[in-house]
């Protein structure tokens, strides 16, 4: 069975940083993983898109996030992180992790952020 566990989430203050972690665990190759990435959902919002990566590497932001995150990955260990710095009052949100194996889309449970004024 397939999971996604994150790690990392916390409360900061702003200009602050914090590092999310995923790791996919299960009975998976590392090869098995395709683009993986970071979703964030704020109260009343929808989810979206903060960060992906593909298995070569190329990267994808939100432009709200652009020059603050750098998404990142290590194949070898099935893990993506999520280094956030400049943190601002509107990043607080749920953030997930989700990850396409072998073309089936995987999210974690999610882990809260939370960055005060």
């Known amino acids: 069975q397939v999971q996604l566990v994150e790690s990392g989430g916390g409360l900061v203050q702003a200009g602050g940083s914090l590092r999310l972690s995923c790791v996919a665990s299960?009975?998976?190759?590392?090869?098995?993983?395709?683009?993986m990435g970071w979703y964030r959902q704020a109260p009343g919002k929808q989810r979206e898109l903060v960060a992906d990566?593909?298995?070569?590497?190329?990267?994808n932001y939100a432009d709200s996030v652009k020059g603050r995150f750098t998404i990142s990955r290590d194949n070898a260990k099935k893990m993506v992180y999520l280094q956030m710095n400049s943190l601002k009052p509107e990043d607080t949100a749920v953030y997930y992790c989700?990850?396409?194996?072998?073309?089936?889309?995987?999210w974690g449970q999610g882990t809260q952020v939370t960055v005060s004024s």
């Open positions: 990566i593909t298995r070569s590497g190329s990267t």
């Open positions: 989700n990850a396409d194996i072998r073309f089936r889309d995987y």
């Open positions: 299960g009975s998976i190759f590392s090869s098995s993983i395709n683009a």
